[in-house]
């Protein structure tokens, strides 16, 4: 008998999502869908509005990366002034960038996934969080809350603000660094280090109790778009967009932002709010792709820094070709962080981090500008159109997430399908419904949050709608 | 009840921690730290840190767990406007199934005896019963007169925890 599942909302996720699952009359889930319950609307309601306002606006979108907002947007509004902003402001991006990774990553990590890896898919949920990590792996506890301490606090010091920090702005930033910040952060790298160390340590040997998952958690052939520097360097900040297929072949490469929308198309299906982007010369679906920090490490064929350059390395022999995984997600988000607290350290040992030049000024010299950045869960685009006054006419932004969208669908269906048994639902079966979720840490709402463990109702229904099976979480 | 207090070596300096809590911009919400900034311009202490912040959150425990005593100060929602009260803050028994951004003073105690293995010898809460929570940056004049009070709570705990014997008639 055909059944259809529902969880909804899916938790330790930020934003609202649903996912339905369909059965076929063998009881076999024959259809999986995610669905993003919430609207958004920056784009439209940004319209009138000086271009030169969007950073700080755009920001807004989301509390958790901010900081890639302001330089996406910041870059849009470059291309409208025809500037490039001076190499100590770039410098200083790049590190609030990366400060803004680390704390993210350590966010999705430690705080929504690892209470699944440490105490086990299937555990109370009640203790399965990351209050339950901190009483079982207290030193993981701590490397997890250090780092997400150690990215924030470096972002007050830079930003002036944990979340929204107002410091990038069209042409640079508002103010240059001075040595007592400098030395501050500088003070930090030893415990950042050794947290990020320890933990992809613990990691690999966790990952070793869940071959079944990296196995099934969304493990297919697609696509990959990441930035990448001249030479193949990782790069999350500035430098232009490549593509690759399955094998590692470039289908695109030195992308950048103006170009984004004559490759990238966005297509829409009526179950979610979110769209769907494809490579257009491939079509929708064929052309979808996935972003984040697993392709990124597909397409670097180096990171430039020691220490993340060995691990990188050591990820690389996962396949042969591009890691197809996404529970590699996970540890390509651990490689990521240990990267950025090397270049942060390079960046902040430079004494030319402390000049004085950090902003270019300009008015409107173009009607049409686009920047992109890497945000922590992938490349995200702002795009806009303005009047000769410089008032906004028209926005797209093309947010991470959305680019693994077809890929979270595609990876629900493949963990329901080997998970899932419709005669009887268990918490631990859904969980890893939830959890090939959270190997993408999408960020849903992008202005609104919520995780945790959400009360949860999931129904087993039949085609006339009765109830054959029920589990709440309250 | 958790025991979870390890002592300082009598002959190191106690140290004192204050989370001035709450949003400036809605209303009274934001006498924590109109308090937070008087404790740091008024008492002059060398041994009190005083952290500005929103919502008290997981990465504040490492602070918590070096503390001799840490005070919360904030809006209450519940008690009459412009009634300062001091409640002491026990390390919560169970911690909640739920981590949205924020955690309450004693759920974050416990989070710092678990990461850290150590929570200070006293913790106490001072608010002050707000009466209007609108989308402005004044305080109410009833919440705004209750300030001072407020404060001498503050240095009445600090003195009770750092200086024993020292709490002068007023506290």
Redesign the interface.
């Known amino acids: 008998m055909a059944q259809t599942i529902t969880i909804d909302p899916v938790t330790r996720l930020e934003g609202h999502g649903r996912i339905t699952l369909k059965t076929n009359d063998a009881g076999e889930v024959s259809e999986a869908c995610f669905s993003v319950t919430q609207v958004r609307g920056f784009e439209k309601f940004c319209e009138g509005r000086p271009y030169y306002e969007m950073p700080a606006l755009m920001a807004r979108i989301c ?1 958790i990366c901010p900081v890639s907002h302001l330089i996406a947007s910041a870059k849009a509004c470059e291309a409208i002034m025809s500037v490039n902003i001076p190499p100590t402001a770039a410098k200083l991006r790049r590190a609030l960038n990366l400060a803004q990774t680390i704390q993210s990553h350590a966010l999705s990590f430690f ?1 929504l996934a690892s209470p699944d890896l440490l105490l086990g898919m299937d555990a109370d ?3 399965r ?3 339950g990590v ?2 079982a792996h ?1 030193e993981l ?2 490397a997890g ?2 780092l ?2 150690f990215g ?1 606090h470096m972002i007050e010091l830079l930003g002036r603000k944990r979340i929204h920090p107002g410091w990038v702005v069209p042409g640079g930033v508002t103010e240059p660094l001075d040595a007592t910040k400098r030395d501050e952060i500088l003070a930090l790298i030893p415990e950042a280090f050794a947290n990020a160390t320890m933990a992809l340590a613990a990691y690999k040997q966790i990952a070793i109790r869940f071959q079944d998952e990296v196995e099934s958690f969304a493990n297919f052939p697609s696509l990959f778009l990441g930035m990448v520097s001249d030479g193949g360097r990782l790069e999350l900040t500035d430098a232009k967009l490549r593509m690759i297929d399955a094998e590692g072949l470039v289908l695109v490469d030195n992308l950048d932002a103006a170009q984004f929308d004559q490759y990238i198309g966005e297509a829409v299906e009526p179950y979610s709010y979110m769209k769907f982007p494809y490579l257009k010369s491939l079509g929708y679906p064929r052309g979808t792709y996935r972003v984040g920090p697993l392709a990124r490490l597909n397409i670097a064929s180096h990171t430039g820094t020691p220490l993340a350059d060995a691990e990188l390395n050591e990820f690389k022999k996962l396949a042969k070709g591009p890691v197809l995984g996404s529970f590699h997600y996970h540890h390509a988000r651990l490689i990521e962080i240990l990267h950025g607290v090397e270049v942060i350290e390079q960046i902040f040992s430079d004494t030319g981090i402390l000049d004085k030049h950090v902003r270019a000024t300009a008015g409107v010299n173009r009607q049409e500008g686009a920047g992109i950045a890497e945000a922590p869960r992938g490349t995200l685009m702002h795009h806009y159109k303005v009047d000769e006054n410089g008032l906004m006419k028209w926005a797209n932004l093309v947010i991470a997430t959305g680019q693994n969208n077809h890929a979270m669908n595609k990876g629900v269906l493949q963990v329901a399908q080997r998970y899932v048994k419709s005669d009887k639902l268990t918490e631990g079966m859904l969980n890893r419904v939830e959890a090939v979720i959270r190997t993408f840490d999408p960020c849903l709402s992008c202005s609104t ?6 009360p949860l109702v999931v129904e087993l229904l039949a085609p006339d709608g009765t109830t054959l099976d029920e589990i709440r979480r309250s | 009840m958790i025991d979870t207090h390890t002592p300082h070596s009598t002959n190191q300096p106690r140290r004192a921690l204050l989370f001035a809590c709450g949003n400036t911009f809605r209303g009274d919400d934001g006498v924590g730290w109109r308090i937070g900034c008087a404790a740091e311009q008024q008492l002059r202490r060398a041994d009190l840190t005083v952290v500005m912040t929103r919502q008290l959150l997981p990465e504040h425990a490492q602070a918590i767990s070096a503390a001799d005593i840490v005070i919360f100060v904030d809006c209450s929602a519940v008690t009459a406007a412009g009634t300062v009260s001091t409640i002491p803050i026990q390390p919560a028994e169970r911690l909640p199934h739920t981590l949205t951004h924020h955690l309450d003073p004693g759920s974050l105690l416990r989070l710092a005896h678990d990461l850290h293995a150590r929570t200070p010898e006293h913790a106490v809460a001072i608010t002050v019963g707000g009466e209007s929570f609108e989308v402005t940056d004044r305080l109410s004049t009833t919440v705004k007169a209750a300030i001072p009070k407020a404060l001498e709570a503050v240095r009445c705990a600090l003195c009770a925890a750092l200086v024993p014997g020292t709490v002068s008639q007023t506290c």
Not at chain 1, 449 to 454: E, K, L, M, N, S
Request: net charge positive.
């Open positions: 509390g705080y949920p009640a203790g969080n990351i209050f901190a009483k207290p506890g701590r809350v250090g997400r301490r924030q949050h919520a995780f945790g463990q959400t």
